[in-house]
Nanobody
Framework: QVQLVESAGGPVQAGGSLRLSCAAS????????MGWFRQAPGKEREFVAAIRWSGGFANYADSVKGRFTISRTNANNTVYLQMNSLKVEDTAVYYC?????????????????WGQGTQVTVSS
């Protein structure tokens, strides 16, 4: 059983930056593809970014491409989401997820484990 714990999000002003981290335990982290999703109030959970187990390939939602960067450090079982040029519409609860699959997955149904989520609030 894999446990995922996201770092605290927080309030940030539009145009600012924030880095989220997600620490994994209870499994072989390097075997998992990792992803970030988000869910805004009244909306469905949506894909943000994903990275394959080796870290050699990543995929992004169009809405965050060029602003967000996903990375991972297998040595300390952590995946990161660097968020730059934040917009009000980036406000959401952000979740990290792990999938015991090869490749990068953009569908929530393909992930096996989820963190508890962390709130990011971007104000104008």
């Amino acid at each position: 059983q894999v446990q995922l714990v996201e770092s605290a999000g927080g309030p940030v002003q539009a145009g600012g930056s924030l880095r989220l981290s997600c620490a994994a335990s209870g499994g072989t982290f390097s075997s998992y593809a990792m992803g970030w999703f988000r869910q805004a109030p009244g909306k469905e959970r949506e894909f943000v970014a994903a990275i394959r187990w080796s870290g050699g390939f990543a995929n992004y939602a169009d809405s965050v491409k060029g602003r967000f960067t996903i990375s991972r450090t297998n040595a300390n079982n952590t995946v990161y989401l660097q968020m730059n040029s934040l917009k009000v519409e980036d406000t959401a609860v952000y979740y990290c997820a792990a999938a015991l699959r090869v490749g990068v997955m953009s569908r929530a149904s393909e992930y096996d484990y989820w963190g508890q989520g962390t709130q990011v609030t971007v104000s104008s």
